[in-house]
Structures are given as C-alpha cells and as structure tokens.
C-alpha cells in the first residue's frame, strides 16, 4: 500500500532556531514530491521534487530529496513566528495521474 | 499564482439535506480537479478526480452516489454532499490542475461542512 509518513508530528521552537521537517515514501511509481504549507485553510505550494539530490531554495526555506532512501527533507532556517502552520508532504504515486498521497503533516509552532 | 475558488467557505446544514459545493478555476482552464476531504488533524484524502466532460473517478471507499460529482465546464467541478449526516461533516477542498508551463496543482480555500 502506498504511504507518505512524516516527522515529526508536531514541533515547538523559537525564533530564529532551524527546523528540519522529515518526509518518508512508499509508492510504486514514482514521479514527484511535492511540499505544502497549510496554515488554516488550502494548503499553498512551496516545492515540487522530481531528481534526488538537487536542492531547492526559496529564501529561508529548503528542500531536497533521495530517491534511493525514498525520503526528503524540508529545512527551515531562522524561523519567524509567521512560519507556523502544518507542513504537508505529498508523493504522486503514479506517472501522470497527480492524484496526490498526503502524508498527516507536521504541525510547526515557532514562539517569539 | 494560479487561483482557485471555493464556495461556500463554511455551511451548516440539517440531516437529510444536501449540500453543493462550487470549485472555480478563475484564471485558468482546468480539465482535472480532484476533491479531497480533511478530517480534524490528519491529512487530506483523495476523494475524487474530476474530469471535465466525463464521469468523475472514484478513490476506493468513497461512495459516488453520496458524493455527486459534476464537471460541466472547464473552469467548474461541483461537488454535492447529497443526504448528508453527522458523519461527513468535514473539511472539504478541491484543488485544479494546471497544464502549463509545469503541472501544478493549485488549492481552493476549503469548504467546512457541518451537518447537524
């Protein structure tokens, strides 16, 4: 059965700590993973991963991932309050048809 | 960014009625939408795809006659909670594809349905 795990469910920092947001797959044909942030309404897309190993970068936010160990990673440096949200991953489990497989999200608090 | 449009935002209806839900692409044409549901704290789950000019496609478990689904334009998939219990109150979000350049998919705000 495919499956998209995260870790870890739920995480409390402060300001200006770093954060790394863990995503674990099981699919049967791979095509993308994709990152969202969720904060109280529609998830807004933050990164869609095709190729291990090629970081992706949007100012303070980054992700990478690895197809041979089936997971990816989202970083998150010098968080800010505004940061806090659910961070959902999801893994296109069949070429072509991005019928997404969510995974339950991390649930990101930064405090000031 | 693409937008995509959902209404209503949040609707409370008696048992036994039914309930629409609108998905618009507003700036862009969509022939694919899918339509999740979100249960308190866990994640979206694929319900349907929808496809303009033909039949939705169902997920497993997902009763099609329950939840309608209706496609008739390329900028419009519908989605009626039809005899609607307790039991699919809900958070309910579609989201469209768009074809070019890259293929994303793009999230409407979310509809939350509470059915008493």
């Known amino acids: 059965e495919d499956k998209v795990v995260q870790s870890p469910l739920s995480l409390v920092v402060h300001e200006g700590d770093t954060v790394t947001l863990n995503c674990s797959y099981e699919?049967?044909?791979?095509?993308?993973l994709l990152w969202y942030k969720q904060e109280k309404k529609a998830p807004t897309f933050l990164f869609m991963l095709?190729?291990?190993?090629i970081e992706k970068k949007s100012g303070r936010l980054s992700s990478i991932l690895d197809k041979k160990e089936l997971f990816s990673i989202l970083n998150i440096t010098a968080t800010q309050t505004g940061d806090s949200a659910v961070y959902l991953c999801a893994v296109e489990p069949a070429r072509g048809t991005y019928k997404y497989i969510f995974g339950t999200g991390t649930r990101l608090k930064v405090l000031a | 960014g693409a937008v995509v449009s959902q209404h209503p935002s949040w609707v409370i209806c008696k048992s036994g009625t039914s309930v629409k839900i609108e998905c618009r692409s507003l700036?862009?044409?969509?022939?694919?939408m899918f339509w999740y549901r979100q249960f308190p704290k866990q994640s979206l789950m694929l319900m349907a795809t929808?496809?303009?000019?033909?039949?939705?496609?169902?997920e497993q478990g997902v009763e099609k006659d329950k939840f309608l689904i209706n496609h008739a334009s390329l900028t419009l998939s519908t989605l009626t909670v039809t005899s609607a219990h307790p039991e699919d109150s809900s958070f309910y979000i579609c989201?469209?594809?768009?074809?070019?350049?890259?293929?994303?998919?793009?999230f409407g705000q979310g509809t939350r349905l509470t059915v008493v």
């Open positions: 929808s496809n303009e000019g033909s039949k939705a496609t169902y």
């Open positions: 699919v049967t044909n791979f095509r993308s």
């Open positions: 095709t190729s291990s190993g």
């Open positions: 700036d862009f044409q969509a022939t694919t």
């Open positions: 989201s469209a594809l768009l074809w070019t350049p890259n293929t994303e998919a793009f």
